[in-house]
């Protein structure tokens, strides 16, 4: 199984289209099946083996998982020989302003930047999902000893080349019809006019709101930054030595220049896959997983936090 590890706004989108379209219903956008309280909030806990072994039922010709429950910090026990890890990461900047404004749009959140990140934890957020606490050193292990491959959002056409290739995915199609899911490129969309109608806000009101949320943006940069010392670290570490690994796996930067232009240039997939992938968790995934959600609610049922130590790779790293 290849499994994506989904950080918020990283091209995860454009990716899970791709991935939705090649493999059909071998493939699962993951939910996570129990739910615990953390400081008198209800969240849900990582998807863990025990969610796994339930998805397989559904899914029983399952060849890749994706979503932004699943970690590699997690120990999956008996499946972990068999899951083949990769990522993406992007400027960490651009990520959390990204994931900001599309909360400001998509989930009304109406609070100034500095509130936002005193309610969330939104703070390095890349080494969170990755080690699962703000390790940066572990982070730093998993993506050069678990990680298959690491993509860069700023290289994303380059990257789906080298993922592709790293993986073994063979005919697999990286061309795609255009960059989605901006909180940006959505305001005044059909989106939003449906959430206007629906909500009786006007597309002013959420032009409006996204204005209010960049000038508070402006306004507390240095907050911004200092938000993402530890993503910033991890990311000039992808960068400047993973990434170019990759390129001279795959054959050097000429090739991959050459084969991006090639790839690029050939008409996206249109596949029934996507389709059919869609309305699978939509009408069949979703429901049972809420229903179990529902059901451990009942039985007073809670996930202990499962997270992978690295003991042996920190000892390595000191």
Same mark, same amino acid.
């Given at each position: &199984? ?63 998982? /994706? ?26 900047? /651009? ?31 890349? *080494? ?15 993506? @050069?000893?678990?990680?298959?491959? *690491? ?11 080298? &993922? ?10 990286? @061309? ?6 901006? /909180? ?135």
């Amino acid at each position: &199984m290849i499994v994506f590890c989904h950080i918020e706004k990283t091209a995860g989108t454009a990716l899970t289209e791709l991935l939705r379209a090649h493999f059909g219903l071998r493939h699962v956008d993951v939910l996570r099946h129990a739910i615990t309280s953390r400081d008198g909030v209800v969240a849900p806990n990582f998807y863990d083996a025990e969610d796994l072994l339930k998805d397989r039922r559904l899914y029983p010709r399952m060849r890749s998982l /994706a979503g932004h429950h699943i970690r590699p910090c997690v120990d999956f026990g008996e499946f972990d020989g068999d899951m083949h890890w990769y990522t993406f990461l992007r400027d960490p900047i /651009a990520r959390l302003r990204s994931h900001y404004l599309h909360e400001v749009a998509i989930k009304n959140y109406s609070g100034s930047f500095p509130e936002y990140l005193d309610k969330f934890p939104r703070d390095d957020i890349m *080494v969170r999902k990755l080690a699962g606490e703000r390790d940066l050193a572990a982070a730093k292990s998993i993506l @050069s000893t678990r990680m298959r491959f *690491v993509g860069i959002q700023e290289r994303f056409d380059q990257s789906l080349l080298l &993922m592709r290739d790293a993986l073994g995915l063979g005919d697999f199609s990286v @061309s795609y019809a255009k960059r989605r899911n901006t /909180a940006v490129s959505r305001v005044g969309g059909p989106i939003y006019r449906l959430r206007g109608r629906l909500t009786k806000r006007s597309e002013n009101s959420e032009i409006a709101m996204q204005e209010r949320a960049k000038s508070s943006l402006e306004q507390h940069h240095g907050l911004l930054v200092e938000a993402n010392s530890l993503d910033q670290q991890l990311y000039e570490y992808a960068c400047n030595e993973i990434w170019s690994q990759q390129v001279d796996q795959y054959g050097g930067t000429e090739r991959l220049a050459a084969d991006t232009q090639v790839d690029m240039s050939k008409a996206p997939n249109s596949s029934y896959r996507t389709t059919l992938s869609f309305v699978y968790r939509n009408l069949v995934y979703k429901p049972y997983v809420a229903a179990d959600v529902r059901r451990n609610q009942r039985l007073g049922v809670q996930k202990t936090t499962n997270t992978r130590q690295w003991k042996e790779s920190k000892r390595n790293h000191d």
